[in-house]
């Protein structure tokens, strides 16, 4: 399966990001259920899959969350603090083998709109 083209909207709410189901379809599809976070910048979290078969001696491929049946991702509070996720909507797109997720503000910046 190919990734769904464009860039989605994302609610997070109470700490967990609602996947948009194309995103979540793509993510079953791949069996991408276990994710690792990486702050790229106070606007631009990444969620990398972690694949079972990796190295659990690697801390760098833990996993920080897991993707729920009903597509909600929990963002570790970490996490959230470190790049200003409070109760708001983010902007995803699938690149690269993972999950790039933009705050709000830097929107219009990069030009992304939702489908």
């Known amino acids: 399966m190919n990734p769904p083209a464009g860039t989605f909207l994302a609610k997070v709410r109470n700490g967990a990001m609602q996947?948009?189901?194309?995103?979540?379809?793509?993510?079953d599809a791949?069996?991408?259920?276990?994710?690792?976070?990486e702050?790229?910048?106070?606007d631009h979290l990444v969620m990398h899959p972690v694949s079972p078969s990796d190295s659990?001696?690697?801390?760098?491929?833990a996993f920080h969350a897991s993707l729920s049946t009903e597509g909600l991702l929990?963002?570790?509070?970490d996490v959230r603090k470190s790049v200003a996720l409070g109760e708001q909507s983010v902007m995803?797109?699938?690149?690269?083998?993972?999950?790039?997720a933009w705050l709000r503000k830097v929107f219009d910046?990069?030009?992304?709109?939702?489908?």
């Not at 069996?31 to 976070?37: E, N």
């Not at 659990?56 to 491929?61: L, Q, V």
């Not at 995803?92 to 790039?100: D, E, F, K, Q, S």
């Not at 910046?109 to 489908?115: A, V, Y």
């Open 19 to 27: 996947i948009p189901a194309p995103v979540k379809a793509y993510c």
């Open 109 to 115: 910046t990069l030009g992304f709109r939702p489908r």
């Open 30 to 37: 791949e069996g991408w259920s276990l994710f690792r976070f």
């Open 92 to 100: 995803l797109r699938i690149a690269g083998g993972a999950i790039h």
């Open 39 to 42: 702050m790229m910048d106070a």
């Open 74 to 77: 929990w963002i570790p509070s």
């Open 56 to 61: 659990p001696s690697d801390s760098s491929d």
